[in-house]
């Protein structure tokens, strides 16, 4: 058990206020737990460009479908403060969600220890969440998805691009006892209106889960009726077991940023706070807040999509698949290629585009001559 946390069948102080705060929600979400490391950007292609070698991460996945029809990011098995937050195009994330789903009957969740939360950050609180139920089993993330256009959100870009997700669970393995959670997506108009009970009672039935894993704060039920203690009681009742674990703090404890009228947040490790570090362009919170560096991806639908001038390589913004941090210059970066090459760089990001400034001529000329669909950039941990 890592120190911070401490798992529990059984729950601690709650503060009932939560209920009233949730209330407009169809679905209570459980609220983060967590603490990290660094920023980046990715960038997957098609071609080989022969750049300096860096370790391969490899891994495999198995996709599978829910009785809901969307895909299950399977289980991936390693081969060895009030500031303004932006909001990005919907460009070419709108692509990524338009994945045929895999057949059904393929993998699933029976049997499995599920953590229940809003995933958008995958930071460490969430971390934690998989850790805990990687000691009991199996570990899944279950999340909703769809939650946007059912409760009237206005659309904003993740802080994970979907496509880069699968890496960042992969790095949680040595966190998880070896194991690389797999993700497990519901869509949420299809439970908005579950009761607490069949809720627990779906989880039990129909995904077959053998236990929960929730962070002390967690909401769940139509209206987000359900709080920690009867989710204990409720998976009790249906033979499962229900983990309670305290929520992971953010050390640097800085109210402005997430701002004073955000009355969920209580010092816990929350996607909001990555938010407004990126909104601040503070690079070393982000990597506090996340456990890694945050890697921003864009992709690319042709050559037309980049602009090239003698060291620089220049990427409309509104092809963003996830959050940039606050536009600004960003020294020592890393420029992915692929998942063996790197390429360091300086990047700059304004109003309009990103701008990669290399070293290496020849590397300038093969991003634009070579067929990429995506891009990737790691952040040093500086300050705009």
């Given amino acids: 058990m890592l120190s911070g946390s401490r798992m529990s069948q059984h729950i601690h102080k709650h503060h009932s206020h939560h209920h009233h705060q949730q209330q407009h929600l169809g679905l209570g979400l459980g609220l983060g737990l967590g603490l990290g490391f660094g920023f980046g950007l990715g960038f997957c292609y098609t071609q080989t460009l022969r750049l300096p070698q860096r370790r391969s991460s490899n891994y495999t996945s198995t996709c599978s479908s829910i009785d809901f029809g969307l895909p299950l990011v399977g289980c991936f098995h390693p081969n060895s403060p009030s500031t303004q937050i932006p909001v990005l195009s919907d460009c070419f994330s709108q692509q990524e969600d338009d994945r045929e789903p895999p057949p059904e009957g393929s993998a699933s969740v029976a049997g499995g220890i599920v953590a229940l939360g809003k995933f958008d950050a995958l930071h460490i609180g969430h971390r934690e969440l998989a850790i ?24 904003r870009a993740p802080i994970v691009a979907k496509c880069d ?4 669970l992969s790095s949680w393995a040595p966190y998880c006892d070896k194991k690389i959670p797999a993700e497990y997506q519901v869509k949420f108009s299809k439970v908005r209106h ?5 809720f627990v009672e779906k989880l039990s039935k129909e995904f077959g889960v053998r236990g929960v894993v929730a962070g002390e704060n967690y909401r769940f039920g139509y209206k987000a009726a359900g709080d920690a203690p009867e989710l204990v009681r409720l998976c009790e009742e249906y033979g499962m077991t229900a983990y309670i674990i305290n929520s992971v703090m953010d050390q640097k404890q800085d109210a402005n940023n997430i701002g004073s009228n955000d009355s969920k947040e209580q010092g816990q490790v929350s996607s909001t706070r990555v938010r407004h570090a990126l909104a601040r362009g503070d690079m070393k919170y982000v990597s506090e807040l996340l456990g890694r560096q945050h890697r921003l991806m864009l992709m690319v639908k042709d050559q037309e999509g980049l602009i090239s001038n003698q060291h620089k390589v220049s990427a409309r913004k509104s092809c963003l698949l996830n959050l940039p941090p606050k536009d600004g210059p960003y020294e020592s970066c890393s420029l992915y290629i692929g998942s063996e090459n790197v390429v360091p ?14 070293d290496d001529v020849a590397t300038c000329i093969g991003i634009i001559s070579q067929d990429f669909r ?7 941990e500086s300050t705009v």
């Fill in 194 to 198: 579950l009761t607490p009970l069949q």
């Fill in 374 to 380: 995506c891009l990737g950039i790691e952040f040093n």
């Fill in 165 to 168: 997700r699968k890496r960042v």
């Fill in 132 to 155: 805990q139920a990687a000691k009991v089993g199996v570990p899944f993330l279950l999340s909703f998805v769809g939650m946007a256009e059912v409760l009237g959100w206005e659309p």
């Fill in 345 to 358: 760089c300086k990047v700059t990001i304004d109003a309009t585009h990103i701008h990669l400034e290399l």
